[in-house]
């Protein structure tokens, strides 16, 4: 790749600095320093090698989080210690949310044991202020500061969809960690405003100075940089020992990333009359990551032909939820359910002249069939996704950051709306 041509340093942080790239406008470098910090900086120490080992922590989370549908500032990363981003304005709020009380938040709360667990997750919001010490902030605080950042300004919408957002991504960033047997127990991030597109997007870094990490959601086992906080003492076999955490850290992220994707979509057509009906459950299944096997077969005319198909898929042990796309009478959907243990969905292709008639051969079933019906193409691959998500984190997580995305595009077109009709 040809060398960067690097601006003026825009900003400088404790652990980072950010500069502009004259060849790539709106986009900036975010290069991570050797520095670990606590306390506001009152401890600060150098830790070689700990720029990589951020940079490499930041980039893969971000990348689990684009890859589920989030949208973030980052863009690529560059090299060991460094990361492209889209250039944002700040919001200088740190949002943080909580699944397990500890920390500060037993001192502002007195009387809550530690090990309390906040279902729904609990938010809050800290104003970055270093002179004083980050206060804790409301959110009739956030709104009446009114902060103007790249033309937009923050309102209740937007600290609603920051809101939102938080959970989401810690639902998420949690799921994932999970499968590594390890306990997201609180994490902060922080916003930005795309100065191109004034949208508000998840901004700054996510990495081990970002979270509490327990695994076996074991205190005394975290991996996170409450160690360093904690050191009564900073020797230099202390700085290994925390070395070694962040990259044990940056090593587990990668394999956040790794898809174990487990299951497939097989959908049965009783004629290819009905493929187009059929390429939309396949799409919608490719937006989930889930491979889709397209079949043509009739239990009517040829069932011992379905029973063989269905043989083929059940016998080399992939996890399969099958689709039945049988138009006039459905006899594949309730074939096939009757005949498996796994999940069967009937998607019939309604037509305007029969489909009031037609749809309750896929209604009303005879006792001991369990199969679904689901009109709508995408929403069958929706909910084949749903099943495989019970079990595969890359999957729900998609879902999760989609429900989002929905979320966050109706409160933006009701804002819209108002100032239209205003």
Request: aromatic residues 8%; neutral net charge.
């Amino acid at each position: 790749q040809p060398p960067l041509k690097i601006g003026k340093k825009l900003n400088e942080g404790k652990t980072k600095q950010i500069f502009e790239l004259l060849d790539q406008p709106g986009l900036v470098l975010v290069q991570s320093k050797d520095q670990i910090t606590a306390g506001n900086a009152a401890r600060k120490d150098q830790m070689e090698g700990k720029a990589a080992i951020a940079n490499k922590t930041t980039s893969c989370v971000f990348k689990l989080l684009q890859e589920s549908g989030i949208k973030t500032a980052f863009v690529k990363q560059h090299s060991d210690t460094a990361f492209i981003a889209a250039q944002c304005e700040m919001i200088p709020i740190e949002w943080v949310c909580r699944r397990v009380a500890t920390g500060s938040f037993l001192k502002r709360n007195p009387g809550v044991k530690e090990g309390y667990r906040f279902t729904p997750l609990k938010m809050e919001m800290f104003f970055k202020d270093d002179a004083n010490n980050d206060p804790q902030w409301s959110e009739e605080q956030v709104l009446e500061t009114k902060f103007s950042l790249a033309g937009l300004t923050i309102g209740q919408c937007e600290v609603d969809i920051m809101n939102r957002s938080t959970v989401a991504i810690f639902e998420i960033l949690e799921k994932a960690w999970a499968t590594q047997n390890c306990t997201l127990v609180d994490m902060k991030i922080e916003f930005g405003v795309n100065v191109k597109t004034q949208e508000v997007v998840l901004a700054d870094v996510i990495d081990n100075d970002s979270w509490r990490l327990w695994p076996s959601g074991d205190r005394s086992q975290q991996k996170d940089k409450q160690v360093y906080r904690d050191l009564k003492e900073v020797t230099p076999e202390a700085m290994q020992m925390v070395k070694r955490n962040f990259e044990w850290v940056s090593e587990r992220v990668e394999l956040l990333l790794h898809s174990r994707a487990s299951g497939r979509v097989v959908v049965l057509m009783g004629s290819t009359s009905d493929m187009a009906h059929c390429e939309k459950i396949r799409k919608a299944c490719s937006s989930f990551g889930i491979p889709c096997v397209l079949r043509v077969t009739s239990a009517h005319k040829g069932p011992d032909e379905t029973l063989r198909i269905k043989a083929e898929y059940e016998g080399d042990g992939i996890p399969t939820v099958f689709v039945a796309v049988a138009g006039r009478s459905n006899g594949l959907g309730p074939v096939m359910s009757g005949n498996t243990a796994y999940p069967v969905i009937n998607c019939p292709p309604l037509t305007p002249d029969w489909g009031a008639q037609d749809v309750w051969s896929s209604l009303r079933m005879p006792s001991g069939l369990g199969c679904s019906t689901i009109l709508s193409p995408e929403a069958a691959a929706q909910f084949a996704a749903q099943v495989f998500g019970l079990t595969d984190h890359q999957v729900w997580c998609k879902l999760r950051a989609s429900m989002l995305n929905t979320w966050v595009s109706l409160k933006l077109a009701d804002k819209k709306l108002q100032a239209c009709s205003l």
